[in-house]
């Protein structure tokens, strides 16, 4: 059977939040000391920043960076990671069982942002964190009175104020490994404590509420007691499995989520009378599942991500796209060697595999969602995510501009064996569609990976689309369609 991939470029999703291609670092293992920053480095600025590193994460044009952590953030004091480096104290780091330096601290993650063309995203402390503190970060950040950390701000260098725009309100204070984590009911009076003294400090921040997974009875009380304060309900997700059909179909868990929160978000904006939009920030995602345990004394969590990662990631991005109405922005968990597309050693980096799809889908995915007709043969994975289907081998989102210019369709076909001959129609295109191009990413085994030694074991090939409107999809393989007048 042939399979189809139909696309109406007048069926509109809605508009894509490019801050879906956002990112994350957290003080964990090598992510930021040896990862993007490494004072003394012949590879890196006089800024202590690698700039090799910068510039294999500008080409992912993340629009959005979200720091310090994670766990870290809620053991930290950022008034420890101010002022002369030398100064500043060598603390112990109990989230990750590791010690911090505080030489990378709130003007350094500023400055790399800007260096990045990022907009900053600061979560707060609220395990041993203060309300005193919070609101201190607030104005040390924003401030533009003639007040005390507005000038502090100005003694170290920064005249001008960083304007940090989008706030988080504590990192997964539901869980049991957070440093002062807390009931659903305590969080919330707590953050509302916290919502209301920050944005009096600067009315013009957007919060972030701290949300779990999108499914949970936390997100609901969440919702419910924070939606007046926040512009955002984050939540988290990991997945990933040694079995090949798992770990390529559960990203699916993500839109269960998106289904779930969305209705919450909908329930309680009615219910509340809420005028203003809450969106949905997935601001920790990603595939996850090998180096679990590891600690950061260590350089933790450094998994080595193969093909089917790759195409993992891909079907995350596919569910972000979908649901571009409701996701407001997402951040890949993490950039730089800890769960990460990047992996440096002191004398260079490689790109891991799911480095690819980030790259492609930053590139091509244009302004305007679609909505394809997508049919092809079923899959059947045995075990426990079955409830998640039913699923099909060829997972597809399109996207146009508004001119109607460039249509992009990316595929991602997970059968383990099989490559599919697909015929692909666009309705709506008032010319011919005179050029196409298309970026695959495949490899002989969905187990190939890259690596210091193969860096390009797995890489993407490009070339041009004849004329003909059918396609053979490769098995286990990512491919971005683009299709120009
Ligand atoms: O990204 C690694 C960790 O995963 C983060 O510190 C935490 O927020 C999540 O559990």
Not at 370 to 379: A, G, M
Not at 455 to 482: G, Q, W
Request: charged share 20%; net charge negative.
């Amino acid at each position: 059977m042939t399979a189809l991939i139909r696309v109406d470029l007048d069926r509109v999703l809605g508009q894509v939040d490019r801050r879906m291609f956002g990112g994350f670092v957290e003080h964990l293992g090598r992510c930021i000391y040896g990862g993007i920053f490494d004072e003394g480095s012949p590879l890196s600025d006089s800024s202590g920043f690698r700039t090799d590193v910068l510039a294999a994460l500008r080409t992912l044009q993340p629009p959005v960076v979200r720091w310090p952590g994670g766990n870290f953030v809620s053991g930290y004091r950022w008034t420890d990671g101010i002022g002369p480096r030398d100064a500043r104290p060598r603390k112990i780091e109990l989230a990750w069982g590791s010690e911090e330096s505080n030489r990378f601290g709130t003007d350094e993650f500023i400055a790399y942002c800007r260096a990045l063309g990022a907009e900053p995203h600061i979560c707060i402390n609220m395990g041993t964190g203060t309300l005193d503190e919070a609101q201190a970060w607030v104005e040390y950040c924003n401030g533009t009175g003639d007040t005390y950390w507005a000038n502090r701000r100005r003694a170290n260098g920064h005249a001008e104020p960083y304007a940090v725009r989008y706030w988080g309100l504590g990192n997964e204070m539901y869980g049991e490994w957070q440093i002062g984590g807390m009931s659903d009911h305590e969080y919330v009076a707590a953050a509302r404590r916290y919502a209301r003294i920050m944005l009096r400090t600067d009315p013009t921040i957007e919060l972030v509420g701290c949300g779990q997974w999108g499914d949970t009875e936390w997100d609901r009380i969440v919702l419910e007691g924070l939606a007046e304060l926040v512009r955002y309900h984050s939540i988290h997700i990991y997945t990933g499995s040694s079995d090949y059909l798992t770990n390529v179909l559960q990203p699916h868990q993500a839109d269960r989520a998106l289904r779930i929160c969305e209705a919450l978000i909908d329930q309680v904006r009615h219910t509340q009378r809420i005028r203003h939009p809450v969106g949905i920030a997935y601001d920790e995602w990603n595939v996850w599942y090998r180096t679990r345990t590891a600690t950061g004394r260590a350089g933790g969590l450094e998994e080595q991500y193969d093909l089917s990662d790759a195409l993992a990631v891909a079907c995350f991005l596919n569910v972000f796209v979908r649901h571009c109405r409701s996701v407001a922005m997402a951040n890949l968990a993490q950039m730089v060697n800890v769960i990460a597309p990047v992996f440096t050693r002191s004398d260079g980096l490689f790109l891991q595999t799911i480095y690819h799809p980030l790259r492609l889908y930053a590139e091509h995915t244009q302004a305007i969602a679609l909505d394809p007709l997508v049919i092809s043969r079923p899959l059947t994975p045995e075990g426990g995510i079955a409830d998640l289907g039913p699923f099909q081998a060829l997972d597809a989102v399109a996207s146009r501009d508004a001119d109607r210019r460039v249509v992009t369709i990316a595929v991602i076909n997970r059968h383990p064996h099989d490559a599919i001959e697909t015929s692909v129609e666009l309705i709506g295109a008032v010319d011919q569609w005179s050029t196409g191009d298309v970026y695959e990413l495949g490899g002989a085994n969905p187990e190939d990976a890259n690596s210091f030694a193969e860096p390009t074991r797995v890489a993407v090939r490009e070339r041009s689309l004849d004329s003909t409107r059918t396609y053979s999809f490769p098995p286990h393989s990512l491919s971005i369609l683009r299709l120009q007048r």
